[in-house]
Nanobody
Framework: QVQLVESGGGSVQAGGSLTLSCAASGFTYSSNCVAWFRQVPGKAREGVAKILTGGGLTYYADSMKGRSIIAQDKPKNTVYLQINALKPEDTAVYYC??????????????????WGQGTQVTVSS
């Protein structure tokens, strides 16, 4: 059974940084697409970044380009999301998602069939 477990969320002041982790079990990161999404109550889930675990290619949502880094540690089956220069509008629950296929264009949550439970990120001004 595939399981994704996020960690690393918390409260931080604007301008600070956080690194979120997504630890996977039940499948290998040999050739999958792992993505980070975030959601604010009352709003749709929004894609943040994704990585093709086979080749390491990365993709970022426009709102995250230049201030976030998605990376992987293959031996640990873990994908990380570092967010810098955090803003209050980055406050959300951040979810890790995975699909056992290559990454596809865009950030559509229906493309992912495995999800973590989410980790809260709160940015204060």
């Amino acid at each position: 059974q595939v399981q994704l477990v996020e960690s690393g969320g918390g409260s931080v002041q604007a301008g600070g940084s956080l690194t979120l982790s997504c630890a996977a079990s039940g499948f290998t990161y040999s050739s999958n697409c792992v993505a980070w999404f975030r959601q604010v109550p009352g709003k749709a889930r929004e894609g943040v970044a994704k990585i093709l675990t086979g080749g390491g290619l990365t993709y970022y949502a426009d709102s995250m380009k230049g201030r976030s880094i998605i990376a992987q540690d293959k031996p640990k089956n873990t994908v990380y999301l570092q967010i810098n220069a955090l803003k209050p509008e980055d406050t959300a629950v951040y979810y890790c998602a995975a699909r056992a296929q290559t990454c596809v264009l865009g950030f559509y949550e229906g493309d992912y069939n495995n999800w973590g439970q989410g980790t809260q990120v709160t940015v204060s001004s």
